[in-house]
Structure formats: structure tokens, C-alpha cells
């Protein structure tokens, strides 16, 4: 059940009990610091083993190589999340829990269960294959998903759909591949150095063309699974607890599968593995590739579906929201406004740009009854946000919109022949043609301080109090405000 927020008491009320104050080890700046403190000291433990195992010269010429395909996944997770971007420092963990964290787990998880293994069965090369198939798919993509279960759980407010999950888990993915390849090129590079090895016919080109030509995107394709699974379970409604735990499972269990069977390629010679990469690998990767650059194009239209309610209720500008739905929009909004007013009108911009998204997806939880508790408390600090950006926001936004709207032919918006929506040539002082003004809200060419969903603005501002009459921006009850709840279909 959805609630009001708390109000400040009436000045005659009887005082409340203080606020209870959390315990030492409750308080953010702890967790952070704790966090923080275990990233670094796997950094630096799983630096010295490196290290340790490659020499020298070694680690730094794998890291010189390793670092390279870098730079181009974070660039491509990055533009996938452009829609509704994550916040840095979730990225920052992701990355950082994939190259310190999870890559400490798997070297020293994999190299004691192998040496257990060829103990107990007197088979070094057998444990050493059983290793690579069983031990490490499991171990691996268990340390990488604990960063995507830890988001989960602890940023749900930044993780609301299959996009959030893919970025970060590829972003993990990342991180771990990174450290993974300097040991292996750091290896590859001491082996030559004790055989004489030079040039293509190396160790070392030969590693370096495997794992960082041909499948820099091996180890974020297997995790991506992982955090499919955990951006669908973020879609579930919390009635739906089992299909919460299964899916996320389910993407852990492909996610080892798919691992286990790359592994396994290697030991079924050099034509298994070539097989297994063209007709395996490469299809699903243009499938997930395919899957999320859908996702993010449904992610748009979204945007373009909800936000015209708030559009008719005046808190935003008619063409707002044609332009937060286009990638090409909102670029030409920041641009124009780093033109206007420099870097804090464009961050403002890309601010506005992130709150609206976020506002979009809220209200298509609501209409669908996936909504939270803290659905108008959420609600009401997007609509602030925004208010607070406007004067920097719409008119670049307004600017992108005439730039990218599609044109309509002379004519059409007087004639009805123009979709609703496309405000290239539609003015703005009019409703799209057979689409009167709702009673009682202002119509599309009035301007965006009529008047306020939540009462009448005071000096400006939008008020803190509850809504007129209960009702919200869109003329319907709020999930759980009591009565049947309409957002469900």
C-alpha cells in the first residue's frame, strides 16, 4: 500500500518521539569506507599475485596489452545505458568488484580446488581440464554476480529493468576479463622470454589474438546473462517472490553454462575451437547484441508513451517529451545549452534528461501495478528535480524538438491527417486536431505554470503539499491510495 509522505505537524501537536539514531556500523560513511577498504586490499593482494606469477616485466607488458579492448566496452556499455544512465560510482564498483574482488576469488578458488583435485585423483592433467570446465565457470560467474546481487539489493532505486542489469554486469564482466587477460599475457610473454618466442609465431601474439582480437566480449557475454536475469526479476511485482529468485538464477546457470562450454572448446582441438566460436559464440552474441539494443529502443518509446501526461498537466513543455525520447534529441539539448550557458547548463541538462527517464519508467511501473510503496514519495522528488533544472532544460530541449521532429506535410496539422505527437509543424498554441483539452488542465499551448497537479505553485515554486483533491499529474488514484488499483491491466 502506497502512503502519503509525512507532513510537518500541526504547531499545536503534542511533540513525537526523537528520531532513533543508527547504530555506528549503520552509517553510510562506514559501509562506504568498509567497501572500500576490502576493494583496495583485493587490489592489492591480487596485484601481487600477478605479479608474483608473471615477474616484472611480465605484468607490465600484459598490462600494456590488456588494457587495450577496455576503453571500447566501457564505451559500449556506457552508450546502452545512455537512456537512463547509472550513477558513476555504481560503475566504478562494478568495474573495480570485477578486477579486484572477483578476479582474488576466482585465482585463488580455481588454483586450490585444482590442487585438490589432482591430489585426490593422482591426475594432474585431468584436474587441470575438469578445472577449466567445471571449476572455473562456477567459481567465476558466482564472484562476478555477487556485484550484480549487491546493486540489486542495495541500489534497487538504479536498477529497474534488463538494460540496468546488462550494464552493470558487462561492466563486472569487464573489469574481471581485464585482470584475467594480464595474467595470461604476462604468462604468455615469460614463456617466450624462456624459449626464445618472437614475433606472430609467439606465445604471446598468440594469446593476445585469441583473447583480445577475437573475444575481448567472451567473459561480458557470459555475465550479461547473469544480468538479465536480475533486470527481469527488477520487473516483477513483489507478489511475484518466486519468479524474483528463479530468473536471476536461471542467468547465473546459462551464464556458467555458456562459460563452461568456451572452456571446454580449448581442449577439443584447434578446429573444436573454431567451431565452437563461429557457431556458438558469435550467434549469441549477435542475439544478446540484437536483444539489448531492443530493449533500449522500447526503453525510448517509453519515454515517448508517459510523459505526455505530464505534459497536459503542465509540468512539462508539449515538446519535451518527443524530445527526452530521441538520443539525438537530447545530444542537440546539450550541446545547445553547453553553447548557451557552459558546462553547468549542459550538466543541468543531462540532469533533467536523467530525472524525466526516471520519472517515464516510475509511472509505467505504476500504470502496470509493478509499482513500490514509495510510488508518490518518488513521484513527487522526479517532478522536483525537474522543476528545479527548468530554466536551463526547456529551452534546449525545445530547440532539439524543432530540429528532429518529423515533418509533416503543409497542411496536415489543420486538416487532422498529422500523428498525434509530432510537433514539427503542429503550433504550439494549439491541441493536435481532434484532441480538445482536458477539462480542468491546461491544453498543449498554455504555458508550463498552469495550473500544478498538486495545487496552485507558490512564488514559482511547486508546493510540498499533497495533491489537489488526491488526484495525481495523469487524473488517476495512486497504487495503493485505496480502491481498486487502475494502473493494473
Known sequence: MA???PYPPHPGAAP???????????????????????????GLVILALVREQTGTRGFLVGLGLAVLPVPLLLAAFRWLGRVEPAPWRNLLFAFAWGACAAALIAIVANSFATRWIATTTADPAGADTLGATVIAPVVEESAKAAAVLLLFLFRRRDFTGILDGVVVA???????????????????????????????ASVTAA????????????HPLFTVLTGIGFGAAALATDRQRVRRVLLPL???LLAMGMHALWNGSATLGQFGFIAVYGAFMVPAFGLLTWLVVWTRQRELRTVRTELPAYA?????RPAEPFALGSMRARRLARRYARGHGGKPAARAVAQYEAYATSLAFLRHRGRTGKAGADFVTRERQLLLELWHRR????????HAARLTAPRVPYGAAWT???PHGMYGRAPYGQPPHGQPALHGQPSYGQPSHAPFPYGPPSQGQPPYGPPSQGQPPYGGPYPGSGGENTYRR
Open 170 to 200: 558487462g561492466v563486472t564482466a569487464t573489469g574481471f576479463a581485464f585482470t584475467e587477460n594480464v595474467l595470461y599475457l604476462g604468462n604468455a610473454f615469460g614463456a617466450d622470454q624462456l624459449t626464445g618466442g618472437s614475433g606472430i
Open 207 to 218: 594469446t593476445f589474438f585469441v583473447r583480445i582480437v577475437m573475444s575481448p566480449f567472451a
Open 391 to 398: 530554466a536551463a532544460a526547456r529551452p534546449a530541449l525545445d
Open 312 to 316: 497536459i498537466a503542465g509540468w512539462l
Open 3 to 5: 502512503s502519503s509522505p
Open 250 to 252: 536461471a542467468g547465473l
Open 416 to 418: 487532422g491527417q498529422a
Open 16 to 42: 513525537g518521539p526523537g528520531p532513533r539514531h543508527p547504530h555506528w556500523w549503520q552509517r553510510p560513511a562506514v559501509r562506504y569506507a568498509a567497501l572500500v577498504t576490502l576493494l583496495a586490499l583485493s
